[in-house]
């Protein structure tokens, strides 16, 4: 079946630096998503790409969903405290199915 | 608005023991979710509801039953509770009707869930 793997699992970052999380997918997605979850708390959304090449922009992060719609990343520039949480990606095949990826925790030090 | 609601926030059960979790959603959406989430395992499908009256199991749904009550409650039912099930579980819910494009979900704030 799908299968969705994120990486790196854990990324700590000096703030000001800047932090990449990735995301592989084993089949082509019909879309992808992703979510932020801080610590104790629940998954937000946060943007979904759909086509073939996409570039996202909101404020100081950027999303990318590659042009075989099998990876996608997000990028965070220069990093602050209230970054720290776990990104998600969440991967929808075309045979309907969403899988999460297992997360990157990040977190920033002051 | 609330959003998704879900109760309990904590609860503990000994193995064996029975409970249900309730979520309701109050935006009129079609989809509801239920996930689990284990560390370093990021959020799996349980079942969901594409719409009132339908649910479908998801990539984990052993050891467990939904119901759809209406269009804005769906409850996860333990009927025989294991340790394997200690988990955070996390309802939510979907503007998308049938599963083609899920869309945004909406997530409650989880139900931290300890079997002994």
């Known amino acids: 079946g799908q299968q969705v793997m994120q990486i790196p699992q854990y990324q700590h970052v000096q703030e000001g630096e800047d932090f990449t999380t990735y995301c592989n997918s084993s089949?082509?997605?019909?879309?992808i998503q992703w979510y932020k979850q801080r610590p104790g708390g629940h998954p937000v959304f946060l943007i979904q790409l759909v086509k073939s090449g996409e570039v996202k922009k909101q404020k100081r992060l950027t999303f990318q969903f590659g042009e075989a719609k099998k990876n996608s990343s997000l990028h965070i520039t220069a990093t602050q405290t209230t970054d720290v949480g776990t990104y998600f990606c969440a991967g929808q095949g075309y045979n309907n199915d969403m899988r999460f990826g297992a997360g990157t925790r990040l977190t920033v030090k002051p | 608005n609330a959003g998704v609601t879900q109760t309990p926030k904590f609860q503990v059960l000994k193995t064996g023991q029975s409970m249900t979790l309730q979520c309701a959603q109050d935006m009129n959406h079609n989809s509801m979710y239920w996930y689990r989430q284990d560390p370093g395992m990021g959020l799996r499908l349980i079942y969901y509801s594409a719409s009132e009256g339908t649910t479908d199991k998801g990539e984990v749904p052993n050891g467990y039953n939904v119901s759809r009550l209406n269009k804005r409650e769906f409850s996860l039912r333990l009927e025989s509770a294991a340790p394997s099930q200690t988990s955070v579980y996390f309802c939510?819910?979907?503007?998308?009707?049938?599963?083609?494009?899920?869309?945004?979900?909406?997530f409650g704030e989880g139900s931290r869930l300890t079997v002994l």
């Open positions: 939510a819910s979907s503007e998308a009707q049938g599963a083609a494009n899920t869309g945004e979900l909406f």
């Open positions: 089949t082509t997605l019909s879309n």
